[in-house]
């Protein structure tokens, strides 16, 4: 499939650059005792910017916090910058006065990085000097203490050594990825169509909720805005979506399930209006994400439409725009920070168990990302889906195997939400 052929279906997400803040700390007396201490504290804190993986974002350096004065001016600096992620860099001992204020008043993660440079301190030749170049830990205590005192939880700390320590890389690539998570939700678009199931409890959510706890804006939708884009559709590309989905898919005849029929051109043709109409009615609305789920009047167009995204969902998750049925916009965030974790996600739930093999089956009828696929997906045609309105293209993948993570987010009585965080293999 060509470059220009992908284009019509796939929706290529916005290119997001995360905003990561470094400073580093110390304490200002060190300076005029110990000559050459600074600079060499300056190099170290170079190197540590230099592990931080900056693809898909930018390292802003603050510098050197090394008293309370200079704490009160890089605040502001650091509030300005509209940062994602911030690392201070453990770089000496340093007194609490230099966090103290910039912990009560950011409002995003901080995390304190203690990259000692020797694996050990040479004994036989110890000094003061060699002490403090090496005294990366040696505040953390003291500043975690302090951002308790503030209100706020203990810092993330990353603890290892400067050189030659893959656990310390991999940590900072973690953090880089959570920066990733956390811009792209601050500056999403998610759209909402439609409404939960009426009887599904669970997934009633508050918008505004959604948007006070992961500052995600939640545009609410209209069936007929997409109806409106799927009556636009022309012939020449229904063609070429039919060819997009047939190169694609494999369609072979069904196995066992009397409602699945090998793919007829009918359903076929559908799914690629609707395909064409769902890339349309995203762009227009400028959306990063949607839930949605619409029943509509029987026989009518906004049925028809609304129960055959299956194949533009699938194309479109798989291409790192989220979509979630069943109206569930917890789970569409939970797919985002998936997929923007570079692990990808399909909305799924469990089904029977293999008591005999020790296993549980866990998928979903309809969508699939089909990033996660192994092996080519497959489309075959449903006489009905099972508890929802409609018929058409229903999609089927298998998983890859390996390590597996689950991720589910939660409303809790209190109007809050959690993760619930589950790990298998499959």
Known sequence: MSTIEKEKLFIRTKKEVSRIGVF?????????????????????????????????????????????????????????????????????????????????TIQVPIVMVALQPRKALDYSQASTYMQLVNDDICAMPEFGATAVRMGKKVPDMIIGSLHDDPEVNLQLDEYCRIAKVLHSLKNSNLGHL????????????????????????????????????????TEEEIQAASE?????????????????????????????????????????????????????????????????????????????????????????????????LGIGGSFAEFHPVDFNEGFVLVGHDGPHNIAIADGQPVLRSLKKYHGKPGHGAGVEFKIKEGSITMLSINSTYDGKFKFIIAEGES
């Open 24 to 104: 580093g700390v110390g304490y200002d007396r060190y300076w005029g005792q110990f000559p050459g201490l600074l600079e060499e504290l300056m190099e170290k804190q170079q190197l540590i910017i230099s592990k931080i993986p900056d693809k898909e974002a930018e390292i802003i350096d603050f510098g050197m916090v090394d008293n309370p004065q200079k704490a009160y001016l890089v605040v502001k600096e650091l509030q300005a910058a509209n940062l994602d992620l911030i690392f201070c860099n453990m770089l000496t001992y340093a007194t609490s006065g230099t966090f103290g204020i910039i912990i009560k």
């Open 194 to 233: 439609g409404h939960p199931l009426n009887t599904m409890l669970d997934m009633h959510t508050d918008a505004t909720m959604l948007t006070s706890f992961f500052s995600s804006h939640i545009t609410e939708c209209e069936a007929n805005e997409i109806v409106a884009c799927f009556d636009k559709v």
């Open 244 to 340: 997009i989905i047939l190169g694609f898919f494999d369609t072979p005849d069904p196995v066992s399930d009397p409602i699945s029929m090998k793919l007829q051109d009918e359903d076929l043709r559908v799914a690629a209006k609707v395909s064409v109409a769902l890339k349309r009615f995203v762009e227009e609305k400028g959306l990063d994400g949607l839930a949605y789920y619409y029943d509509g009047p029987d026989d009518s167009v906004e049925r028809m439409v609304m129960s055959n995204l299956i194949v533009g969902n699938s194309l479109l998750t798989s291409n790192g725009f989220p979509m979630c049925g069943e109206s569930d916009l917890k789970t569409l965030i939970a797919l985002m920070i998936m997929n923007r």
